[in-house]
């Protein structure tokens, strides 16, 4: 049985916390966070992203699933209004774009990881004969059938769906604004290579930070409290896991504080 978390003695907390980051006390604000963590140890608050993002601690392998799921569940219903409208996130239609200038497709199945509310499944729609779309938010996915796009649609975690899926192989797998979420990629990318058709395409976006800043580190918290890659690691943990580069473009991820977030578009074949 999980222990019941107080509520109330766990929002006393993240909000001390929160404060106390927000005042520039780096050492009191990650104590606090700490006692946030030893109430919520699931951590349904990402206290341990946070932590790191002010670079103390050690750096998690990926965004703990609780936090991401009550993230997402929570902003489910003003998503695509924030996203897309407030911080002009269009990756879905840059991997639409690049798939047509490219001339790669049309698709026999697609899987779309992190599929959220649906966005990169409407701009491919017409590209793929079968969708299938997996995410960890529940009230994501509800908001995605709502559109009628996807054959398929799962509520899981990335990582474990991979790993369990025994259906018919993918032609094209797609990873949009779902690297952030994650630190560590071995396992993303070898459970995109154990789901795709020999020659299929795995097409996903990153987030990066200038070179100097990750200070030798494959990957790191940046401030806004998501994962950032360096590029010399996304491409060699590509190569190890049977993938050959076709194109990595720079792209604005999405605007924060007024300014644009450097990331890449990245597709690459499995050649296994």
């Known amino acids: 049985m ?10 006393e907390a993240y909000n001390r916390a929160l404060a106390l980051e927000k005042s520039g006390d780096v050492d009191a604000a990650v ?3 700490e006692d946030v963590l030893a109430i919520d140890p699931e951590d349904h608050g990402g206290a ?42 269009h990756v879905p239609m840059l991997v639409r774009q690049r798939l047509q200038a490219l001339k790669l497709g049309p698709f026999k199945r697609l899987l779309d990881l ?23 938010s529940e009230k994501m ?31 094209l797998v797609t990873a949009t ?3 952030p979420y994650l630190g560590a990629l071995e396992p993303l990318f070898f459970g995109a290579a154990e789901n795709l058709t020999p020659g299929g395409l795995f097409i996903f976006s990153s987030e990066t930070l200038p070179e100097e800043t990750f200070a030798g580190r494959a990957y790191m918290v940046g401030p806004h409290q998501r994962f950032a ?19 990595v473009s720079d792209i604005n991820v999405r605007m924060e504080d007024g300014q644009p977030t450097p990331g890449h578009l990245v597709i690459a074949r499995y050649i296994g």
């Not at 107080?6 to 929002?11: C, F, H, M, S």
């Not at 929570?74 to 996203?83: G, I, T």
């Not at 793929?128 to 997996?134: A, F, L, Q, R």
């Open 2 to 11: 999980a222990k019941k978390i107080d509520e109330e003695a766990l929002a």
């Open 48 to 89: 341990a992203v946070r932590i790191a993002a002010m670079g103390r601690g050690e750096t998690p392998v990926k965004a703990p699933d609780a936090y991401v799921e009550t993230l997402f569940d929570q902003h489910a219903e003003v998503f695509e209004d924030v996203l897309v409208e407030q911080l002009g996130y």
């Open 177 to 179: 604004d779902v690297l």
């Open 114 to 136: 992190g599929c959220g509310t649906g966005l990169t499944g409407g701009a491919l729609r017409d590209l793929c004969e079968d969708m299938t779309g997996i995410d960890i």
């Open 31 to 33: 104590a606090a966070y």
């Open 229 to 247: 890659h360096a590029d010399a690691y996304v491409r060699e943990r590509l190569t190890a896991t049977g993938f050959e580069l076709v194109e």
């Open 141 to 171: 996915v509800e908001i995605a059938h709502e559109k009628d796009l996807y054959e398929t649609l799962f509520v899981a975690e990335v990582e474990d769906f991979l790993d369990d899926n025994d259906e018919e192989a993918f032609d």
